[in-house]
């Protein structure tokens, strides 16, 4: 038995960008399917927390979109697509007005207009945010304004697992329902990918079990490209204590907000890595400078540092920092009103991903488009806190534009054979009919193990080709997973595909990530520690062909020298004021030896 | 190296230390703790308890024994999850019978002295899917039928609204739709009253809209019937299990009761209503409060 549908625009994932571009297909008149792999709401979008950088100029009047263009591009490492980050800056501020015209409430100014907060290597205050909380507010009023959009069909807990082609278009979707194991197929004259990124390869990851890559490996196995994989976001403060909580994000608004990095001698250390922004210098260095502390021996009793906010006071913690003294106080027992909290990098999100074409976000398949952070581009070798909840607007809304067209004018109404969605579904259903084989939670910890050994922060060309030894034994390995049980509400049958989704996404990690002999952005090689001038005029891109997985330079489109002046110059430091003022008075009295934090 | 604040020149580059190993060598927090997971396991057609020893990491949340079972015992546990950090509130069960998320309880912390079990199982007030996880899809569909936020006709954003204008409405916004509010309230889980009550939840979010300084829409007619707010008899049993400590009685479901009761029995607007007797949209639902009334309609 099956679920069978058609439709205009099949949207795969709903977080923001899957939900904006809903949203945006229905608007142009299309009727479209979505399909969420957990219940509507619940997406990764929810987690983020800091902002959503626009430059409204409503606390700072002075900025720009081109201070964002400029600031963006330069956190990127320069690797990022102009046209991609040029749109971004212009259109992201209609956005979150739209978001406010839909219903969401955000931190106020004193005058009554949108708040902006600080954040790194953002040049002014740019994050209109909602205390800590700005993914949830995203989400729900997106979520809102999709449910009572005319034309939408929601598929939630739906895993859709393969793109089915017609000819050399992709025309649709196929995968199965979570809870009952019923096999899915969708006919689509247009596909949106917005499955969001991948962690989950990663030991510590802020990513929940939905950050498996799925996107981008379906979209892989369709003949799309894969760009930019080398780029992985280590988020420089995740908890670290208790063990179940490691990994989770601690926000950069803390720091925003005025916090202090401070090492086991009380030391503010991010002066000496980055003596202008200091604690808001841009993620790739701020993490690097953590791991660089922890592993000299400077580092806090379970091996992170100290993030320190106390001088704040209880009341302005409280306020704009809710969901963190919640998160502390539950689950590490820690008052961070009164105590500093212990911090280390943790994986967080992914630069990479499906390349896309600037303005109609199409992949290079016919039918397929891609938003969000399954896409690659805008962010470069880096990303910036607080545009990836824009960009999962601007770009989502784009994407459901451009398909929505696309679906229109297509003609033929496109007809994937039956056959393609019957091969994958007997791959899914295989590891249940084996009796004895691979556990497919071992695979997957094995895979962690491999990641977090070889390509996580610190990466040389050893290490990541064993990496990928081990990627490709695990990959032979994978054909033979057993899985006990029905299909029904089944974690082991579920994790079973996402392993393999898993390994490709991995493979591209690594293959990538060796043929980039420089370091940029996230990626930090020991044996290759500058930047390759050479290497700055390309991106890496994957393939699928015939054979191993390739990956090749593709230079990068040239800068129009009117932009590129908006690169030229220094990122000013916004914010870093409260910080300065806390550390200032604290150098005047006596450490405590352990925690650094001056009481 | 000396560390200090201001020992390196500002200009300074980092020292080019070469970490001894590519990853952080984490303290795993072994313990020689062991708890009795107790779990619900079955489906629709029925279940039954089982239980799982499960050795104890330090700060371990229920939600991790649940995990390790999965990898060590039962690899077909079905458990909903998905940030592990009290964001989403997909994770909700009940623990020792009391609802909560399972990514933010610890096992420490509800462990039965005396024999060192945990009793996990499904939320009770829904259907059941599989093991913990239950069909919550009936809230959703009550959600399509509240409408939606709807600011004045040509009231465009940006709104210029204060702090002080947005807080009440801020707190509800923080709602992660976990629906342990609705799984706790006593007219949905004794009462089954689902269909003529929207439960906790949705009077939250009924509030966040009333309550928003530029929503003009009318939801009380919808309160008052199809909603059920009245019966809801403030026994604040769903503000207590709020993971995000949202005050839903006191801050929405009250202020929402007293709403109505303003409109329907203020003895002034009574009077008001019997000397200008007008003929009242959706069968004899009132006007609209403090605003002066229109046209009658038809």
């Given amino acids: ?599 | 190296m000396t560390a200090g604040p201001g020992a390196a020149p500002p200009q300074a580059p980092p020292a080019p230390e070469q970490p001894q190993s590519l990853r952080i060598a984490y303290d795993e927090g072994v313990t020689d703790r062991v708890a009795t997971l107790r779990v619900w396991r079955g489906d629709a057609g029925g279940g039954d308890f089982c239980d799982f020893e499960v050795p104890i990491q330090e700060g371990m949340v229920v939600l991790d024994a649940i995990h390790w079972i999965q990898a060590n015992r039962a690899p077909d546990l079905a458990c909903r999850w998905n940030c592990k950090a009290g964001k989403c509130g997909s994770c909700s069960a009940e623990v020792n019978g009391r609802p909560a998320l399972l990514c933010k309880t610890r096992v420490e912390a509800v462990t039965r002295p005396h024999d060192r079990v945990v009793v996990v199982e499904p939320m009770q007030a829904f259907p059941i899917v599989r093991d913990l996880v239950t069909d919550v899809s009936w809230n959703y569909e009550v959600n399509r039928r509240i409408q939606p936020f709807t600011p004045a006709a040509g009231e465009t954003a940006p709104f210029v609204m204060t702090e002080a204008d947005i807080t009440r409405v801020e707190e509800q916004r923080r709602c992660i739709e976990c629906f342990l509010c609705q799984d706790v309230c006593h007219v949905l889980r004794e009462h089954r009253a689902a269909p003529r009550f929207f439960g906790p939840r949705f009077m939250v979010r009924l509030a966040s809209l009333e309550m928003h300084p530029k929503d003009v829409a009318d939801r009380l007619p919808q309160l008052r019937a199809e909603a059920g707010l009245g019966l809801c008899n403030i026994t604040k049993c769903c503000t207590e299990v709020c993971p995000e400590h949202i005050r839903i009685t006191d801050n929405a479901i009250i202020p929402l009761k007293e709403r109505l009761a303003d409109r329907d029995f203020d003895p002034l607007r009574a009077l008001w209503r019997r000397l200008r007797p007008l003929p009242m949209a959706g069968g004899g639902a009132p006007h609209r409060g403090a605003e002066p009334e229109g046209p009658a309609p038809r």
Avoid at chain 1, 298 to 307: D, M
Avoid at chain 1, 405 to 427: F, G, I, M, N, T
Avoid at chain 1, 512 to 534: C, K, N, T, Y
Wanted: some cysteine; hydrophobic content about 40%; aromatic content about 6%.
């Fill in chain 1, 1 to 599: 038995m099956s679920l069978e549908l058609d439709t205009d625009v099949l949207v795969i994932g709903a977080g923001g960008a899957g939900m904006r571009a809903a949203i945006a297909a229905a608007e142009a008149g299309c009727r479209v399917v979505v399909a969420c792999k957990s219940l509507l709401g619940k997406a990764h979008t929810v987690m983020a927390e800091g902002g959503i950088a626009a430059a409204l100029g409503n606390v700072d009047v002075e900025d720009s979109w081109q201070t964002h263009f400029g600031d963006t591009m330069r956190g990127g490492g320069m690797l990022n697509n102009w046209r991609m980050v040029e749109l971004f800056c212009r259109e992201v501020i209609d956005r979150v007005i739209e978001l406010e015209q839909w219903g969401a409430v955000f931190s106020r100014t004193a005058r009554g207009s949108i708040s902006q907060r600080a954040f790194g290597a953002h040049s002014w205050r740019r994050l209109a945010h909602i205390g800590d909380r700005t993914g949830l507010e995203l989400i729900r009023t997106c979520q809102d304004k999709l449910v009572h959009t005319q034309g939408i069909t929601l598929l939630m807990e739906t895993t859709l697992t393969r793109l089915l082609r017609d000819r050399d278009r992709v025309a649709g979707a196929c995968g199965y329902q979570r809870d009952t194991g019923t096999l899915v197929l969708v006919r689509a004259r247009s596909v949106v990918m917005a499955t969001g990124g991948w962690g989950r390869m990663y030991r510590i990851t802020s990513n929940s079990w939905e950050g498996t890559g799925d996107g981008a490996a379906m979209a892989y196995q369709a003949g799309a490209e894969l760009k930019d994989m080398e780029f992985v976001q280590f988020h420089p403060t995740g908890m670290i204590w208790p063990p179940g909580a490691r990994g989770l994000l601690v926000t950069e608004a803390v720091r925003g907000e005025g916090g202090l990095l401070r090492n086991r001698e009380g030391e503010r250390f991010m002066v000496r890595y980055d003596p202008i922004k200091r604690e808001l210098s841009s993620r790739d260095v701020v993490a690097r400078s953590i791991f660089k502390e922890v592993q000299a021996g400077r580092g806090s009793p379970h091996g992170g540092v100290f993030l320190d906010i106390t001088h704040r006071g209880a009341q302005a913690i409280r306020r704009a920092l809710p969901s963190m003294v919640e998160q502390f106080e539950s689950l590490a027992g820690v008052d961070i009103t009164k105590e500093a909290m212990e911090v280390a990098p943790t994986i967080h999100y992914t630069m990479g991903g499906i390349n896309v074409e600037a303005e109609t976000a199409a992949t290079t398949v016919p039918g397929l488009f891609a938003a969000g952070e399954a896409a690659a581009g805008l962010h470069g070798a880096n990303r910036l806190g607080g545009n990836s909840l824009g960009d999962i607007l601007v770009f989502g809304k784009r994407a459901g534009e451009a398909a929505a067209a696309d679906a229109r004018e297509l003609a033929r109404v496109p007809a994937p054979s039956r056959r393609q969605a019957e091969a994958e579904w007997r791959l899914l259903r295989e590891p249940l009919e084996r009796a004895d084989g691979e556990s497919p939670y071992g695979l997957h910890r094995e895979l962690q193990e491999a990641m977090q050994s070889g390509a996580a922060i610190a990466r040389t060309e050893t290490s990541l080709r064993e990496t990928l030894a081990t990627i490709l034994q695990l990959q032979e390995r994978a054909a033979r997973m057993a899985v006990a049980g029905g299909p029904a509400y089944n974690p082991a049958f579920s994790t079973a595909r996402d392993v393999r989704f898993m390994l490709t996404v991995s493979e591209a990690i690594v293959r990538a990530g060796v043929e980039r002999r420089e370091s940029r952005g996230s990626q930090w090689r020991l044996d290759h520690p500058d930047r390759d001038p050479e290497l700055g005029t390309v991106n890496l891109v994957a393939r699928c062909g015939a054979g191993e997985m390739a990956v090749q330079p593709v230079p990068l489109p040239p800068l129009p020298a009117a932009l590129r002046r908006l690169t030229e110059g220094e990122t000013r430091v916004a914010g870093t004021a409260l910080a300065d003022a806390a550390d200032a008075q604290a150098r005047g009295r006596p450490r405590s030896p352990s925690g650094g934090v001056p009481s």
